[in-house]
């Protein structure tokens, strides 16, 4: 089957009237893949990894951003707005594209992924660094498009939360059932929020007879929901998660306490080490705040939270394509030179023996 994108496929579910042009870039089904090594080291009965970033521009934004597009273009607007640690902005750049809308970003100056600025660069966006960070730069936005013709397509944005909970149908779709457990990254708190909205609302239209518990994790240094106040000058190496006051804190709070289940914080060391774990072991690249939710579930097996019976999906949220940086200055040092000569090669490898 070809697959027409979320707003075709979950129209049922979705804010799709008879005039919402059907935008697409084919995002979402993205794949499930289940866990070769790991799951047995951390004592987990299945885990699976979501890899949202095979969305088109490479994170789960695109789930979001298709649907608050296409409904901006559908009440007229002309330009779209967003303040962003850099993913929501490569989405919407392409979305705004491909709806013939024009798009101007904010980001924190220097601390977005280069893979994410060049896709906004790209796509012809307006890019704004602002002197400050994402904090500062929402805050911005919202005051703009409150007062201006613009629309402003950040999660606050009702139509961004509709699309991306059809990531949670979709584990529905695949596991025919919930998970026990649904780790996921936290930054502005948009997905979590989104994530427990679609379980509830499959839940409510008896497709599942459960609800996972929700495991959300923000980076040390970056973790209000965890210290229950806003961080002034939040600092983490996961850039994409770098927010001091997310504007989902309510929805965050709700789908913790609703589920049973947690927001915890972990270490830059922690995430960049679930990372290379994720690279080396499972085959699976991502952004450092993706390898979050593994690095969050990796601590609760140390903490000795797992049985062996539970099923656990680990949301990964971004491509790792998108903070090539980061992946090179983790391997410093380990490119070899070599000469252009075939024996200085073979004597490199250490190669021996026949020829077969
Ligand atoms: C890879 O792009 O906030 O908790 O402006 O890019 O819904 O904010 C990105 C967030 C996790 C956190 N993983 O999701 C932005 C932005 C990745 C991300 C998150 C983001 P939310």
């Not at 602002?130 to 929402?138: E, K, P, Q």
Request: aromatic letters at 8%; hydrophobic letters at 45%; charged letters at 25%.
């Amino acid at each position: 089957m070809r697959w027409p994108g979320i707003l075709a496929y979950f129209a049922e579910y979705l804010p799709v009237t008879a005039a919402t042009p059907l935008l697409t870039l084919e995002e979402g089904n993205t794949p499930l893949i289940r866990s070769t090594s790991l799951e047995k080291r951390l004592r987990i009965g299945a885990l699976f990894f979501k890899f949202e970033g095979m969305n088109p521009t490479g994170s789960f934004k695109d789930r979001g951003m298709v649907v608050a597009i296409a409904k901006a273009k559908e009440e007229g607007k002309e330009v779209v707005m967003c303040a962003s640690t850099g993913n929501t902005s490569a989405s919407a750049a392409a979305y705004a594209r491909r709806a013939g809308l024009s798009c101007i970003v904010l980001i924190p100056q220097g601390k977005i992924a280069l893979g994410k600025l060049s896709q906004a660069l790209m796509h012809g966006a307006r890019v704004l660094a602002v002197r400050g960070n994402f904090d500062d730069a929402l805050r911005i936005v919202r005051f703009i498009t409150a007062n201006y013709p613009v629309a402003l397509v950040n999660s606050i944005n009702p139509y961004r939360i509709e699309g991306q909970k059809t990531a949670a149908f979709e584990v529905v779709e695949w596991l025919e059932g919930v998970p026990d457990i649904l780790a996921l990254p936290v930054g502005n708190a948009g997905n979590i929020t989104a994530y427990w909205r679609g379980f509830k609302e499959f839940f409510e239209r008896g497709k599942t007879r459960a609800l996972p518990k929700m495991f959300g994790f923000q980076a040390e240094g970056a973790c209000p929901l965890v210290l229950g106040r806003p961080v002034e000058n939040p600092q983490t190496v996961a850039t994409a998660i770098r927010i001091g006051n997310p504007a989902s804190w309510k929805g965050a709070i709700a789908a913790r306490d609703e589920s049973g289940g947690l927001i915890d914080a972990v270490s830059d060391e922690e995430i960049l080490l679930a990372q290379r774990t994720l690279a080396e072991e499972e085959g699976l690249f991502v952004e450092p705040a993706s390898a979050a939710s593994l690095a969050g579930v990796m601590k609760k097996a140390r903490e000795g939270m797992f049985r062996g019976k539970e099923t656990v999906v680990c949301i990964l949220t971004g491509h790792g394509l998108k903070d090539p940086d980061i992946a090179v200055r983790q391997n410093e040092g380990k490119i070899e030179e070599v000469e252009p000569r075939e024996e200085a090669v073979v004597e490199l490898l250490g190669l021996r023996g026949e020829r077969p």
